[in-house]
């Protein structure tokens, strides 16, 4: 079976990505990390198949993406909507922002993000094996 998920073969640019990360991605990333946003984990720079992701929870399958500028042309534009086609074919939800929303108003960015955390995240998480047993003393 192929690997779909974070393939060696983007390791490189997975890596470069997340050590040149822009502005606003960094500003995202402060709220995300460290479980910081509802206690669900996200990885950055997460590759699908080719495609990097900006953010992404695979506990709720949940991916976030912040567009720059270079998302704007025709052939970006073509490219993103066939990326998200696919990345959504494996039952990813993708969330998108501006640059400028996260600059002008973070607070309204990351309601949303919790918004959409909470209608993916289980009311009541699953037991761990075992995790209803007691130890007898």
Request: net charge positive.
């Amino acid at each position: 079976m192929t690997r779909l998920f974070n393939k060696k073969s983007e390791k490189e640019k997975r890596r470069s990505l997340r050590n040149t990360m822009p502005l606003a991605e960094k500003i995202v990333w402060s709220n995300l990390r460290k479980r910081e946003l509802l206690g669900v984990r996200f990885l950055r720079q997460y590759s699908v198949d080719y495609y990097v992701i900006d953010f992404y929870s695979p506990r709720i399958k949940l991916a976030i993406e912040i567009d720059g500028a270079s998302h704007l042309d025709e052939e970006a534009i073509e490219y993103d909507k066939k990326r998200q086609e696919f990345i959504e074919s494996v039952g990813i939800k993708i969330i998108r922002f501006k640059n400028e929303e996260v600059f002008v108003n973070i607070d309204r960015v990351i309601e949303e993000i919790e918004k959409e955390v909470k209608a993916r995240t289980p009311l009541f998480p699953p037991f761990c094996k075992g995790g209803s047993k007691r130890k007898e003393m």
